[in-house]
C-alpha cells in the first residue's frame, strides 16, 4: 500500500483489529485529536457476511455478492478512528435493487 491523499467523503478500507476483512467507510471529518493523533470520523458500510448476520429476514431472498457492501443506514455510529488504521482508498458503486444485473436466487 503506498502513500495516498485522503479527503473528506473519499471512501476507505481500513485495518480490522482481528486481521479479518477490513472495514469500508466514508470519511466524514480528518481532524487531529487532543492526544495529537491525526484522525477520521467514518460512515461505515456493512460487508456481506455482517448484513447477512445482523438482517438475514430482509435480504434472506437476496443474491449478494462477495465484494458488495451496504450503507448503514438510520442512527449510524460514528467511530474515530486513527488514519494510520487506513489500508487505502476504495471505490463504491451506488446501485438501487432496480440497477441490479443479478437476480435473485
Known sequence: S???LLRQFDTV???AP???KPYVGTILRLYEADNKKK???VEWFYLKDEILE???KNHKNQHIEDKEVFLAEGEVEVV???LGSIRNPCYIVYLS???SLVEAN
Open 13 to 15: 478500507q481500513l485495518e
Open 2 to 4: 503506498g502513500s495516498f
Open 97 to 99: 435493487p432496480q440497477d
Open 18 to 20: 482481528d486481521d479479518d
Open 54 to 56: 445482523f438482517s438475514p
Open 80 to 82: 474515530d478512528n486513527v
Open 39 to 41: 484522525t477520521a470520523d
